[in-house]
């Protein structure tokens, strides 16, 4: 069981900045990737970015492209989000995520509690 721990959220002005971590301590090579999601009030959660462990590789949603970055932290099975120029429509409750294969297909296997994102403008 992977337990994944979110921080970084908060209130921040429209243009703004906002780093956000997950860390998965008990994260195993079985689960081999960790991403970003987010959901807001009215719309159905949406991708948002990933992190391989495997070979480091990312992907991003084009909504933040050129504006979010996901990363590894300097410690072991941690993630980093870092949100620059937040626009109010990021406002969202974040989630981190952790996947891996299941019966041989990719599945996100385990979700965080979520960390709020309020982008004021």
């Known amino acids: 069981q992977v337990q994944l721990v979110e921080s970084g959220g908060g209130l921040v002005q429209a243009g703004g900045s906002l780093t956000l971590s997950c860390a998965a301590p008990?994260?195993?090579?079985?689960?081999?990737?960790m991403g970003w999601f987010r959901q807001s009030p009215g719309k159905e959660r949406e991708f948002v970015a990933t992190f391989a462990w495997s070979d480091n590789s990312t992907s991003c949603a084009a909504s933040v492209r050129g504006r979010f970055t996901i990363s590894r932290g300097a410690a072991k099975n941690t993630v980093f989000l870092q949100m620059n120029s937040l626009k109010p429509e990021d406002t969202a409750v974040y989630y981190c995520?952790?996947?891996?294969?299941?019966?041989?297909?990719?599945?996100?296997?385990?979700w965080g509690q979520g960390t709020q994102v309020t982008v004021s403008s």
């Open positions: 995520a952790a996947g891996g294969l299941q019966v041989g297909k990719f599945a996100w296997k385990y």
């Open positions: 008990g994260r195993t090579e079985s689960t081999s990737m």
